[in-house]
C-alpha cells in the first residue's frame, strides 16, 4: 500500500511539478484543485486495484499477471469517464502517468509477492488431484477426511484443490462446498496442474455442434474472405502512416526497414512473418 502510494499518487505529481514553469496565481489555484481530484482519484484507484490484484493473483499463475493491464487500463478509463461526467478538473498527463507508474508498480509487486512465493494447498484425495502430489513446485497437504469446521486447516493454506470430474462422495461436495462459502478458494486440479507447470493437457477430444471435429467449411471460407478483405482495406487506409514509419526507421539506424520471422500459421503450416524493425542491427565483428 506504501509503495503504492509513492508510485501511483506521489511520483506523477511530483514529475508535473517539476515539469511545469512559473505559473501566475490562477494557474496555480487551478493546477492545486486538479491535483487534488487526481490525488483523491489515484487513492481510489490504488485500493480498487489492490483488491483486484488479490483476486487475480491467488495462486502463482501466468494467466494472473496477464490480467494486471487489461484490468487497471478499464478501471482508469472508468475514472476517466467518471472525471468528463461529473466535469471535474483533471491532468491527462498525471493520470496518464499514474497508469503507467501503478502498472509498473503491480507488476514488481507480483514478481516479488506471488511469482517468487511458494504455494500450499489441500488435496482432496478423489479422481485424479493425487497425481499433484509428484509436482515439486508447491507444498501439498492430503486430505484424509472432510472436516465440518475448514478453518481449522485452512489458516495458513492458500486453495483447496479437487478433481471436479472425479467420483466423489457427499461428504467431500458439501465439504467443498462450504470452502466455497467460507471465502476459500477451490480450484480444478487441471486448472492447477497447467499454472504450476506452464503446460496444457488435453484430456479428451470434443466433437462441434455438427458432431464432426471439423469446422463448418462454409463459415471458414467466409471467414478467410472476410478477413482478406477487412485486411487489404485497413492496408489501404494506413498505407500513407506505414510509409511514414519506413522511412523514419530507415533515417534512424542502418539495416532493413522489414524484420523477417518465420511462425507457425493456419493448420500448422510455417509462414513468413514480416513487421517494421525495431531494433538496430549489430554491428558485424
Not at 509503495?3 to 501511483?8: A, H, Q, S
Not at 517539476?18 to 484507484?45: C, K, P, Y
Not at 499463475?61 to 471535474?88: K, M, Q
Request: proline fraction near 4%; charge should be positive.
Amino acid at each position: 500500500m506504501l509503495g503504492g502510494i509513492f508510485f501511483v499518487v506521489i511520483t506523477p505529481l511530483l514529475f508535473q511539478f517539476l515539469l511545469q514553469g512559473e505559473l501566475s496565481i490562477d494557474a496555480a489555484f487551478s493546477l492545486l484543485g486538479m491535483r487534488i481530484n487526481v490525488s483523491i482519484a489515484a487513492l481510489v484507484i490504488l485500493l480498487a486495484e489492490l483488491f483486484v490484484f488479490r483476486k487475480l493473483t491467488i495462486y502463482s499463475s501466468v494467466l494472473g499477471s496477464a490480467y494486471i493491464i487489461p484490468v487497471f487500463l478499464a478501471i482508469y478509463a472508468l475514472t476517466l469517464f467518471s472525471f468528463i461526467l461529473l466535469r471535474l478538473d483533471y491532468g491527462r498527463f498525471v493520470l496518464g502517468m499514474s497508469f503507467v507508474a501503478s502498472i509498473f508498480w503491480f507488476y514488481i509487486l507480483y514478481y516479488f509477492t506471488v511469482k517468487q512465493r511458494r504455494n500450499h494447498f489441500s488435496l482432496v484425495p478423489v479422481g485424479r488431484a493425487r497425481t499433484l502430489l509428484s509436482n515439486p513446485d508447491a507444498d501439498w497437504v492430503l486430505l484424509c477426511e472432510p472436516v465440518t469446521r475448514t478453518k481449522d486447516f485452512t489458516l495458513g493454506c492458500d486453495a483447496v484443490v479437487a478433481d471436479f470430474n472425479g467420483k466423489m462422495d457427499k461428504k467431500w461436495q458439501r465439504f467443498l462446498a462450504q470452502c466455497a462459502l467460507e471465502g476459500m478458494p477451490v480450484f480444478d486440479f487441471g486448472q492447477v496442474r497447467e499454472a504450476l507447470t506452464g503446460k496444457v493437457r488435453i484430456d479428451h477430444i470434443s466433437e462441434n455442434t455438427l458432431g464432426t471435429l471439423v469446422p463448418n467449411i462454409f463459415y471458414m471460407k467466409l471467414k478467410v474472405l472476410a478477413d482478406s478483405l477487412m485486411a487489404l482495406t485497413t492496408l489501404f487506409i494506413l498505407a500513407p502512416v506505414l510509409l511514414i514509419c519506413a522511412l523514419l526507421i530507415k533515417l534512424d539506424s542502418p539495416g532493413p526497414v522489414l524484420f523477417r520471422q518465420k511462425r507457425i500459421g493456419y493448420r500448422g503450416k510455417p509462414f513468413v512473418c514480416y513487421k517494421f524493425r525495431t531494433m538496430a542491427s549489430a554491428p558485424v565483428l
